[in-house]
């Protein structure tokens, strides 16, 4: 299976592959690696997302707004900007943000076509329009609203995704050393928790999710859930993961320290505490548990 890293790594190194064709060969290595979260997200950006709360940090991208205007006499006021200070606070995101669900392939095609005619226009809702309808302009009614992703962030998403590929391959790779052991028979525990942990931080997967089994067969993970407020829930998971009572007391001092919401000492403790973080017996690495840290002790705090 070395081949199969290879195949990802020049493809991606290569900026004239299709980037259909390489997350093809990521999901042929997440079903080697029986990986779970490699699958799932190669999946996604070669179908879509189905739901906004499923997208990445790299396919929410800014998009400004704007609207078709009839004013006095039929005056005409087309592409008219609409500033994200004109709407109220629950709305403003439809002039700020915009959630890339398309496939690739989708984006890919219209970063291909010309510049000047590639923008991807998301409509706003019926609904939006029809409330902001009078509330823009004075004197002038919206029939028409929406945002605008420009050619070069579409561009740049597609180079993000290209580069997780590149990354995660390389770091595979790095992992398995010169031996190159077929990726079905990893015996090592060790080497498939850094393996999955790898994965983790590149495609942005849920720590709390990894963490219930980091291993090959990441088909039986199991999501941790700790209730707002339930400090013992908190410390038995901690203590499982390695954690101990001297830990779990600078916990309970941080928290006083920074009250209702984690703050700096909290986040301290955090950093401090991350390398210790096991599965399996195993330590999953720092930059991983800090991840799983982190999430753990939003759910303590409701977050």
Request: proline letters at 4%; hydrophobic letters at 40%.
């Amino acid at each position: 299976m070395s081949a199969l890293l290879d195949d990802i790594i020049n493809l991606a190194i290569d900026g004239k592959q299709p980037l259909p064709d390489i997350l093809r060969k990521c999901l042929l290595l997440g079903h080697e690696l029986k990986n779970e979260r490699l699958k799932t997200w190669a999946n996604q950006e070669l179908n879509g997302y189905k739901s906004k709360k499923e997208l990445p940090e790299y396919r929410v991208v800014k998009a400004l707004a704007y609207g078709d205007f009839i004013g006095p006499f039929h005056a005409q006021y087309r592409n008219h900007i609409i500033p994200p200070a004109a709407l109220e606070e629950k709305h403003r995101h439809y002039a700020e943000m915009a959630n890339l669900v398309q496939s690739v392939s989708a984006l890919a095609g219209l970063a291909d076509t010309d510049p000047s005619k590639g923008n991807l226009i998301c409509p706003w809702p019926p609904n939006m329009v029809a409330y902001y309808q009078e509330k823009l302009m004075s004197d002038c009614i919206c029939h028409n609203a929406w945002q605008e992703i420009p050619n070069n962030v579409l561009v740049q998403s597609l180079d993000t995704v290209r580069n997780i590929t590149l990354r995660m391959a390389l770091e595979i790779k790095d992992e398995l050393g010169t031996s190159y052991t077929d990726l079905r028979r990893i015996e090592s525990n060790e080497t498939a928790t850094k393996i999955q942990s790898i994965i983790l931080l590149n495609t942005g997967g849920n720590v709390n999710m990894a963490f219930g089994q980091a291993s090959v067969d990441a088909s039986r993970q199991g999501q941790t859930i700790i209730a707002a407020g339930d400090r013992k829930a908190l410390d038995a998971i901690l203590s499982k993961a390695g954690l101990g009572d001297a830990d779990l007391d600078s916990l309970s001092e941080a928290i006083e320290i920074d009250g209702k919401k984690p703050g700096n000492k909290v986040g301290e403790w955090v950093k401090e505490k991350a390398s210790k973080v096991l599965s399996g017996g195993v330590k999953v690495g720092t930059d991983i548990g800090a991840q799983i840290l982190t999430a753990w002790i939003k759910q303590h705090y409701g977050l």
